[in-house]
């Protein structure tokens, strides 16, 4: 499969650096030069654009990606605009993060398909090891 990634911070970065290791192509893209220059030898491509922008995401191999995960986690904003940008121009698979559940209402409203809260994910996966942790010791 071949995957665009918008925001390369730690969830993105490590999300496409896991898709890359288990054979799929990624496309990542950031705002922000160090995050590229960390990632770039890892994944299929990078760029540093404003995904924001849609003349900047026109520039992409969209009609070839199969989904397109915005893993943006700083600012909702730029989440929503990149969202819009990617809806725009017609990219049937988003996926979004959300930074709290105003955001994926948000989301929810603009028909994202799968919206994550990746914090909500990992307190609830470390709460189930720390219980199966604790059942063991006793």
């Keep these: 499969m071949k995957y665009l990634i918008i925001g390369l911070g730690n969830f993105g970065k490590t999300l ?3 898709l890359t290791d288990n054979g799929n192509e990624v496309i990542g893209i950031d705002n922000d030069e160090r995050k590229i220059e960390d990632v770039k030898d890892r994944i299929s491509l ?3 654009m404003d995904a924001t922008e849609v003349s900047a995401l026109r520039s992409l191999p969209l009609d070839e990606i ?3 995960i915005v893993a943006i986690g700083q600012s909702m904003e ?3 605009r990149t969202v819009a940008a990617l809806k725009e121009l017609s ?3 988003i996926y979004a993060r959300a930074i709290d559940n ?3 209402s948000i989301l929810k409203a603009m028909s994202i398909k799968k ?3 990746p914090e909500s994910y990992a307190a609830r996966l470390f709460s189930r090891m ?3 942790e604790n059942s063991v010791m006793e």
Excluded: G, M, P
Aim: glycine letters at 0%.
């Design 115 to 117: 919206i994550f809260i």
């Design 78 to 80: 730029h989440s929503l």
């Design 102 to 104: 105003t955001h994926r």
């Design 66 to 68: 199969d989904c397109a």
């Design 130 to 132: 720390l219980s199966d």
């Design 46 to 48: 990078s760029y540093i």
């Design 91 to 93: 990219v049937k698979n």
């Design 16 to 18: 496409a650096e896991d």
